[in-house]
Every structure is written in structure tokens, then in C-alpha cells.
């Protein structure tokens, strides 16, 4: 879904320029908040891991295969603020360097799908596994979920750029059918391999899916309850 | 990493475009794709001369014409959209080999597929007359905020590391007999993902660990030169030249 340059006029570009830095300036103190001073070693390499995902194709139908996009997986995984801005970075990249989505329109690519992606992916999830039972399929159920609606939302967020600044005069109700359409279905595919790939992480290392954080146990001291029973004998070896 | 750093991106030669600093040639990139998406679609002239401008610069950072060619397939899901739009469009029609048209629905794909080209081919002689690390510090000396730009250096430089850890899980799977065919291999290529997930995790600590023990306090130096006014006023010529094409074709309309 990256925007080429073009399709969406110069104005509402760089209104969407504006919007996407004022989120990133957000993004960037928020993931300083989720990951300390380990920001730029950590945040760049969950970047590198999304741009990798991005290319690991997996089968639809019918010959076809889709790519996961990653917002959703990245904010249940190391936290909505990273995980908005890995995509952004992954975006900027890959507009910058690989020519892949036009970099007049990389404030519309990034309001889509980093910012508008990752919120409503991340809120979603929040809200389904606040209603779920506090188990590991909660939290696997509530990423299916987060997911399925991240994409097609950021595709929601596309339309409105369009429908505002569109240049061509394709009716924006066919532009949303279509667009909508097509995201939905992609939608489940990132919805399954999204909720896989959390369940799989959760599996071997729980402490690092930052949604499940909930169902980690505290560390709790137990001391023996030998005393007691010492005392007892006590006083019945004075009486005997 | 022991062979040489370059990413495969880049083309190193000594041309006088590969010698000017990455930052100018980063805002003469921006202001140039800029001017070409505020031009008139109707004046088609306009976007032949940007071209020509482009060939210009391709040429004398000796840049061949196949490599740019090749890359430019990254813009084919746009060709496939835009061929659609003079079906979807409304407005009069035309026949075209009795085909019903929609005219503004022409200029439309016309307009979305000469920007995005012309645009495409921007960035391409950006990323092959000037190396990764380079625009990265091209960037800070712009003042892009230096943790962004740190997040993103760790992104290019690991980019091709996590890349190859990908690679040699598929191998390990085809190894051992996985074929990704239908929706049931969703579940180990899943695994794969988490497990790429935790070791790229896993990396980042230790990169951050090593950091450390290296002295880093959170900021790295700021690297690079500064432009030159020369450096400017060469790099600046393109978006000039361009924004005189642009000015000339709103004036004609």
C-alpha cells in the first residue's frame, strides 16, 4: 500500500507530512518511555526484523501470497510508541533508499500505516484483552483481532487523503469498496500469521511480548514455615 | 561482514554527482520530486523535459540505463492501478479500439504514472550516486533528530544481517523438506517470523551491551562535512531548472 508520488496532491501531502512528524515526535518520546537508553540499538533492530517480515512471502489462494505489513505485530510485541515508529523508519527507508512509495507522499504513507495502523491495531488489542480471559490465548485471540482491523483502518485513513486530495476523480465511494475490499482480505491473512507469530514468541520467551505483560507472575519471597513447628517440639520436650 | 560495506544499492564511481555531499543532494531530491508533483498535468512537454534533466544526471554520474530500468519495476503495482482508472473514472468519454474511456480518468493515470516515475527514478539515482551510511549522516547534518537517525543506521546497517538469518531459516526449512504451498505451511512460516523476532531482539541487547563497553552514552558524533556554497549551487540547479520548467508550463496553461 505505499502511496506513489503523485496520486495524492502536493497541499495535502505536506499536510500529511505535518501530521506524520508531529505523531513520530510523540512516537519518539514515547519509545525512549518503553525501551530507556537502549532506544536506537533496539528500536533499529525491531526495524530491521519488520523490513525482513515485510519480505517473507506467505501463500493466500490460488497461487497468490501476501506479505505481512507488521504494525500491529510490532506494537503488541515491544509496545504501540516503538512499534509506530519502527514502521515509520521502515517506511522512511524504504522511500528514501529503495524508491518504494513516493517520498512526496511519505507523510501520507506514514500517517497510514505507522501511525493510524499501529494506534488502532495497539487499541484494539488493548480492548479485547481487557474483555478476554487473563490467559495466553487471550492475549494470541486479542492480536488476531488487532490486527485484522489495523489494515484495513490505515487503508480507511488512505481514502480520506484521497477523498481530500485525491487527482484522480475515480468516486471516492468505488476507491473505499475497492480499498476496503482488498484490505479485509488482506486483513486475515495478517491476522493469522500475526496471532501465530505472537503465540510462537509467547511460547519461548513471554517476557518479551510487551502485551503480555499482564500475565507475567511477580516474584514472591516464600520463606520456610519451619519456626513454628520448632517451638511446638520445643514445649512438648520440657513437658515430657 | 568481511567483505566490502557498501550496500548493493550504491554504484561507486568519481563523477562530479558522486562527489557532491549527501545532504545536498538529499534537499535537491525532496524540492525536485516536489516541483514535479506540483506541475499541470496537461502540459505533457513539461515531464519530458524533467526527464531529459534526469538522463542528464544520470549520464554524468555514469549511471547505465539498464540498472535504472531494473529498478524501476518496484513501481509495477502502481502501473497495474493506474491502468484501471480510465475505467473507474466518471466524466466524458472517449472510444479508444472500442474501449469507453473516461477522459479525465486518462489524465489521471497519465499524471499518477509519470510523477511516480519520474519520482521512482529520483530516488534510485539518489541511492546509487550516494552511499547508505552517507545519506544517513546527510540526514543529521539536516538536522533530522539524532535518535532517529541512530534508529535508522541500526536499521541499514542490520537490515542485511537480519536479512541473511531469514535466508538461512528457509534454507533450514527447505532442507528439511518444507514447501510453503498452500494456507497449512501459515504456521511454521509464522514460527519463523517469531523466532527471526526473538533473535533479532536478542541481537539488539547485545549490540547495546557492546555500546557500552565502547563508551556509548547515548549520542554518537556528528560525522560528515559541511556543503560547500559551490556544492549548493550545483546540487541546487536541478530542482532550479526544474522549478523553471514548472513556473513556465502554470504560466502557459
Known sequence: MHVPDGFIDPPVSIAAGVVAVAGLGVCLRGARRELDERTAPLAGLVAAFVFAVQMLNFPVAAGTSGHLLGGALAAILVGPYTGALCVAVVLIVQGLFFADGGLTALGVNVTDMSIVGVVVGYVVFRLVVAVLPKTRFGVVAASAVGAFVAVPAAALMFVVFYAVGGTSDVPVGTVLTAMIGVHLLIGVGEAVITAMTVGSVLAVRPDLVRGARHLQKRLELRTPAAPVGAAHHGSTAQEA | ?253
Open chain 2, 1 to 253: 561482514m568481511g567483505a566490502g560495506h557498501a550496500h548493493r544499492l550504491y554504484r561507486p564511481a568519481a563523477s562530479p554527482v558522486h562527489r557532491l555531499s549527501p545532504q545536498s543532494k538529499l534537499v535537491a531530491t525532496v524540492l525536485f520530486v516536489f516541483v514535479v508533483v506540483s506541475t499541470p498535468r496537461e502540459a505533457v512537454w513539461a515531464f519530458g523535459l524533467y526527464a531529459v534533466l534526469l538522463a542528464g544526471v544520470a549520464a554524468v554520474a555514469r549511471i547505465p540505463a539498464p540498472l535504472v530500468l531494473r529498478r524501476m519495476l518496484v513501481e509495477v503495482p502502481f502501473v497495474l492501478f493506474a491502468v484501471l482508472m480510465p475505467f473507474l473514472s466518471q466524466g466524458e468519454r472517449v472510444d479508444v479500439l472500442g474501449l469507453s474511456l473516461s477522459v479525465n480518468g486518462l489524465w489521471a493515470a497519465w499524471n499518477v504514472l509519470a510523477k511516480a516515475t519520474l519520482g521512482v527514478v529520483c530516488s534510485i539515482l539518489l541511492a546509487a550516486t550516494t552511499d547508505l551510511r552517507a545519506l544517513l549522516v546527510g540526514l543529521e547534518r539536516l538536522h533530522m533528530p539524532q535518535i532517529m537517525v541512530q534508529i535508522m543506521t541500526f536499521m541499514v546497517r542490520y537490515g542485511d544481517v537480519i536479512g541473511d538469518e531469514m535466508d538461512r531459516m528457509r534454507i533450514a526449512r527447505e532442507s528439511r523438506g518444507f514447501q510453503g504451498r498452500d494456507v497449512r505451511a501459515l504456521p511454521v512460516v509464522a514460527r519463523s517470523a517469531g523466532a527471526l523476532f526473538i533473535r533479532s531482539y536478542e541481537r539488539g541487547e547485545r549490540v547495546h551491551l557492546a555500546m557500552l563497553s565502547r563508551g556509548y552514552t547515548g549520542t554518537i558524533p556528528l560525522r560528515g562535512e559541511a556543503t560547500t556554497a559551490a556544492q549548493w549551487r550545483t546540487a541546487l540547479a536541478l530542482p532550479a531548472a526544474a522549478l523553471l520548467t514548472c513556473i513556465t508550463a502554470w504560466v502557459l496553461r
